[in-house]
């Protein structure tokens, strides 16, 4: 992995500090700052700052970030480490000599280049770690965020397939209530195809978008109700409330319609006399509150997790995970209450 400009200048720029004040330091012990001490640390960082990046490049060789068992790799780097340290003060020491013409054989200390080793050994370790540290947090980052992207993109693509089979499954019950009308009366036939013809425009106008204002979704059931009142003979009536502010809400496209669905296919559907269906719209704070209210009740027999409202549970979570709240309960002796709550949002208007 080859180092980027950034690593170097950062490098080269914190090696430098270091070697500066470390150079200043012993100076002011000896209490004298000459010229020799500070090209002496300027030899040192023309040595570090590459030895340095010669750790980073073996760690990346060694693939250390990747691997989950790190003992063998610890004893390498010690040993790494160490013998730059000692390879760093021994060119140090030969600049010193044949160089700079200040130390001789004769006069070169082994306590010194003991403990000058184990300084240099010391900072060059710790760089190491420092290193190891960062790294380790850009590479759980990394993961987090590769992580965060795959899951945005299968709940893309499950979203998607939702909705595939949501679209056929309302179609086919448009066109078996159409088929049905055919041969009645040409006039409701040209009005449930305009009214179909609505529906389908909302169905791939919004197929790729994961929610949808009130206020469209709206248009979109009402268009359903029209056709499905065509075909109960005026045995349906709907009254729709909605809150004001409501209408720009946003929602999953197609989730009142198929609460709407359901109240038909297993409420109204199943009275000879037909029956009412309320829609309520409201908002607190932080919700948006929608209640669909069919005549009828749920019985045993009742299918709750028909493929419609099955589909619409699994959008929910996959939008919302845990504050969206669906719940399909009787209301009192004569009525059915679909009842659906999600974080109140709009959309941006950039």
Same mark, same amino acid.
């Given at each position: 992995?080859?180092?980027?400009?950034?690593f170097w200048v950062v490098n080269a720029a914190g090696w430098f500090a270091f070697l500066l004040l470390s150079g200043l330091f012993f100076s002011s012990l000896s209490g004298q700052l000459t010229l020799n001490s500070?090209?002496?640390? !300027?030899?040192?960082?023309?040595?570090?700052?590459?030895?340095?990046?010669?750790?980073?490049? !073996?760690?990346?060789?060694?693939?250390?970030?990747?691997?989950?068992?790190?003992?063998?790799?610890?004893?390498?780097?010690?040993?790494?480490?160490?013998?730059?340290?000692?390879?760093?003060?021994?060119?140090?020491?030969?600049?010193?000599?044949?160089?700079?013409?200040?130390? *001789?054989?004769?006069?070169?200390? +082994?306590?010194?280049?003991?403990?000058?080793?184990?300084?240099?050994?010391?900072? !060059?370790?710790?760089?190491?770690?420092?290193?190891?540290?960062?790294? /380790?947090?850009?590479?759980?980052?990394?993961?987090?965020?590769?992580?965060?992207?795959?899951?945005?993109?299968?709940?893309?693509?499950?979203?998607?397939?939702?909705?595939?089979?949501?679209?056929?499954?309302?179609?086919?019950?448009?066109?078996?209530?159409?088929?049905? +009308?055919?041969?009645?009366?040409?006039?409701?036939?040209?009005?449930?195809?305009? /009214?179909?013809?609505?529906?389908?425009?909302?169905?791939?106008?919004?197929?790729?978008?994961?929610?949808?204002?009130?206020?469209?979704?709206?248009? /979109?059931?009402?268009?359903?109700?029209?056709?499905?009142?065509?075909?109960?003979?005026?045995?349906?009536?709907?009254?729709?409330?909605?809150?004001?502010?409501? %209408?720009?809400?946003?929602?999953?496209? +197609?989730?009142?319609?198929?609460?709407?669905?359901?109240?038909?296919?297993?409420?109204?559907?199943?009275?000879?006399?037909?029956?009412?269906?309320?829609?309520?719209?409201? *908002?607190?704070?932080?919700?948006?509150?929608?209640?669909?209210?069919?005549?009828?009740?749920?019985?045993?027999?009742?299918?709750?997790?028909?493929?419609?409202?099955?589909?619409?549970?699994?959008?929910?979570?996959?939008?919302?995970?845990?504050?969206? %709240?669906?719940?399909?309960?009787?209301?009192?002796?004569?009525?059915?209450?679909?009842?659906?709550?999600?974080?109140?949002?709009?959309?941006?208007?950039?």
């Amino acid at each position: 992995m080859k180092a980027s400009p950034l690593f170097w200048v950062v490098n080269a720029a914190g090696w430098f500090a270091f070697l500066l004040l470390s150079g200043l330091f012993f100076s002011s012990l000896s209490g004298q700052l000459t010229l020799n001490s500070l090209v002496i640390q !300027l030899f040192a960082w023309c040595y570090y700052v590459p030895a340095s990046g010669l750790v980073r490049h !073996l760690i990346h060789r060694w693939d250390w970030f990747r691997r989950k068992h790190h003992s063998r790799l610890i004893i390498q780097l010690i040993a790494t480490t160490f013998l730059l340290a000692l390879l760093g003060q021994f060119l140090v020491s030969l600049f010193m000599m044949y160089g700079l013409n200040i130390m *001789t054989w004769q006069t070169y200390s +082994m306590a010194v280049l003991f403990l000058t080793v184990a300084q240099n050994w010391i900072v !060059l370790s710790l760089w190491t770690l420092l290193y190891l540290v960062i790294g /380790h947090y850009r590479a759980n980052r990394h993961q987090q965020l590769r992580e965060i992207e795959l899951t945005s993109a299968l709940h893309k693509s499950e979203l998607l397939a939702l909705k595939a089979q949501l679209n056929p499954h309302f179609i086919f019950n448009c066109l078996n209530n159409m088929r049905a +009308m055919t041969l009645e009366s040409a006039e409701t036939t040209r009005k449930m195809i305009t /009214h179909l013809s609505e529906i389908l425009k909302y169905s791939f106008r919004f197929s790729e978008q994961a929610q949808v204002t009130v206020q469209e979704e709206l248009t /979109h059931v009402r268009n359903y109700l029209a056709l499905e009142d065509i075909h109960f003979e005026q045995r349906l009536q709907y009254k729709i409330s909605v809150a004001d502010g409501a %209408e720009t809400a946003q929602i999953p496209p +197609m989730s009142i319609q198929l609460l709407v669905e359901n109240a038909i296919k297993h409420g109204i559907a199943k009275r000879p006399q037909g029956g009412h269906i309320e829609i309520n719209i409201d *908002t607190d704070y932080q919700h948006l509150k929608i209640a669909v209210l069919n005549d009828g009740q749920l019985s045993d027999n009742t299918q709750e997790a028909g493929i419609g409202l099955d589909n619409l549970r699994q959008r929910l979570h996959l939008l919302y995970g845990e504050q969206a %709240e669906f719940t399909l309960v009787n209301q009192g002796t004569s009525q059915v209450c679909a009842n659906l709550t999600v974080p109140l949002a709009y959309p941006d208007n950039d």
